[in-house]
Nanobody
């Protein structure tokens, strides 16, 4: 059974940074199958960052150049470095493994 636990969310001022972590337990066949998503109130959940099969990172247009996804397979941990945060980045951020397993989410709030 795969379990994902996110951490690192919080309240930050516009222009600030946060680093989210997602630690996995259980059998993860590939860290590159993991991804970050977010859901703001009243909006659908959207994909923020993921890896391609070759390991290159893919980003939503809204976060390109500001967010960086990375992973440490030895720690089974996925990261999302978020810089130059904006109020419209406020959301609950989730990590996922293959779109099947999901964490409980971590709240990110960016004040203007």
């Amino acid at each position: 059974q795969v379990q994902l636990v996110e951490s690192g969310g919080g309240l930050v001022q516009s222009g600030g940074s946060l680093r989210l972590s997602c630690t996995a337990s259980g059998i993860i066949f590939s860290m590159y199958a993991m991804s970050w998503h977010r859901q703001a109130p009243g909006k659908e959940r959207e994909l923020v960052a993921s890896f391609s099969r070759t390991g290159s990172a893919n980003y939503a247009d809204s976060v390109k150049g500001r967010f960086t996804i990375s992973q440490d397979s030895t720690k089974k941990t996925l990261y999302l470095q978020m810089d130059s945060l904006r109020p419209d980045d406020s959301a609950v951020y989730y990590c996922s493994e293959s779109g099947v397993h999901w964490g409980q989410g971590t709240q990110v709030t960016v004040s203007s």
